[in-house]
């Protein structure tokens, strides 16, 4: 069984910054693209962007391209997602996940493993 812990959420004003990372546990995540996910306050739960095993292919939704990036450590089983210019549209709570391609990334039922989510809070 894969566990997957988000943190580094938080509070911060209108055109700051914050890092977030998810560790997985259990076992390693070799071949598994990580993912993240997005859920605002009465809203659907919305793709962010996802990042290959590898780290070559990255995707990201266009409400945040230009302004996230994701990366990864292998050797820590850590995904990382920097939000830059952050807009108060952006409050949610973000959750990673984990599937074996980066296939149908935008498809939460193709994911395997979720974890529990991180608040993130933009006011203006």
């Known amino acids: 069984q894969v566990q997957l812990v988000e943190s580094g959420g938080g509070l911060v004003q209108a055109g700051g910054s914050l890092r977030l990372s998810c560790a997985a546990s259990g076992r390693t995540l070799s071949n598994y693209a990580m993912g993240w996910f997005r859920q605002a306050p009465g809203k659907e739960r919305e793709f962010v962007s996802i990042?290959?095993?590898?780290?070559?292919?990255?995707y990201y939704a266009d409400s945040v391209k230009g302004r996230f990036t994701i990366s990864r450590d292998n050797a820590k089983n850590t995904v990382f997602l920097q939000m830059n210019s952050l807009k108060p549209e952006d409050t949610a709570v973000y959750y990673c996940a984990a599937k074996r391609r980066t296939t149908d990334y935008g498809l939460e039922h193709r994911y395997e493993y979720w974890g529990q989510g991180t608040q993130v809070t933009v006011f203006s």
């Open positions: 990042i290959s095993w590898i780290g070559g292919s990255t």
